[in-house]
């Protein structure tokens, strides 16, 4: 087994990135030979130049880049490990900036208002936007978290399930089929929608539920850009709604929503927590992302009567 140092390679990945002896020095703050010493030392270990001495400074070889590569991964898993061992301990302060779809706005500041009671310094800002917009942001390294029900595929991640998310069609309580039961898709595939924009989770999952019905109409009805404006015009009757059960609870148990019976609903998704497996967290990220996964499930809304 290799008897590598952290010491070593923190010198490697400095010479590395600035090229000189003497630049790498003074980033690590010590002295040219001393730096010299742990690179010919790792050369040493592991029986290879990692470095070719060059008039215009030192450049890898192709052991040193491969050495580089996976001392980099080590850097990021020793970050990580400290924001775990933080999280434990209990972080005082710090920030963290979670993104969460349009649909997780209803319950989200609950389980950040529970966060805060145990960790009253750290400052959480939250990005809303459609599951597009957030899976972008978590390209974009933007945001440390993610709030979503359907992790994307394209970027390395870590998906940590937090608990089930139904989905049901909504209907103002005078709705002529408020009240009836057993509806199937095909007569309820007739009334009017109203739909979520393109890029919406949402969207997605109504138009994969009514996938298998021949001849179902191509225009479902009319798209609107917020789950907001949809519970609005659902109660002023102009149409129905495919909507997350979490958004609409307080407007069931009020009676200014019902749900309609229709077979195969609830549709059972799930919410999940991300976060990319190629950037370490910062210490209050880890803390809010254990707290999510710990008790995201306690604080995710209730109606009465759904069975999920």
Request: proline letters at 6%; glycine letters at 8%; a positive charge.
């Amino acid at each position: 087994m290799l008897n590598l140092t952290f010491r070593q390679l923190n010198s490697l990945r400095a010479v590395l990135d600035n090229g000189k002896i003497s630049s790498a020095a003074r980033e690590l703050g010590l002295t040219a030979p001393a730096v010299t010493i742990q690179i010919k030392q790792l050369e040493r270990e592991l029986g290879l130049p990692l470095f070719d001495r060059t008039p215009q400074g030192m450049r890898p070889t192709a052991a040193g880049e491969a050495v580089a590569r996976h001392a980099e991964a080590l850097a990021e898993q020793m970050q990580r490990l400290e924001g775990e061992i933080d999280a434990i301990k209990g972080v005082r302060s710090g920030s963290v900036r979670l993104g969460l779809v349009s649909t997780a706005k209803y319950f989200t500041p609950s389980i950040v208002a529970a966060f805060r009671r145990e960790h009253p310094g750290v400052d959480v800002s939250l990005f809303i936007g459609n599951r597009e917009t957030i899976r972008q942001a978590m390209a974009d390294q933007s945001i440390e978290l993610a709030l979503m029900g359907r992790p994307p595929r394209d970027m390395p991640l870590n998906s940590a399930l937090i608990g089930a998310h139904p989905m049901v069609i909504a209907a103002a309580p005078g709705h002529k089929l408020a009240g009836m039961r057993g509806i199937s898709k095909e007569r309820i595939s007739q009334e009017p929608f109203l739909i979520r924009e393109q890029g919406s989770g949402t969207r997605a999952a109504l138009l994969l539920f009514l996938s298998d019905i021949p001849n179902r109409p191509r225009n479902l009805g009319t798209e609107m850009g917020s789950n907001e404006t949809i519970k609005q015009a659902v109660m002023a009757g102009l149409g129905i709604a495919f909507i997350s059960a979490h958004t609409i609870a307080s407007e069931v148990e009020s009676g200014r929503l019902v749900l309609l019976d229709v077979i195969g609903l609830p549709v059972l998704r799930q919410w999940f927590i991300i976060s990319r497996t190629d950037r370490a967290l910062s210490p209050a990220a880890s803390a809010l992302q254990s707290f999510i996964m710990r008790e995201g499930a306690k604080l995710l809304p209730r109606i009465r009567g759904l069975e999920v």
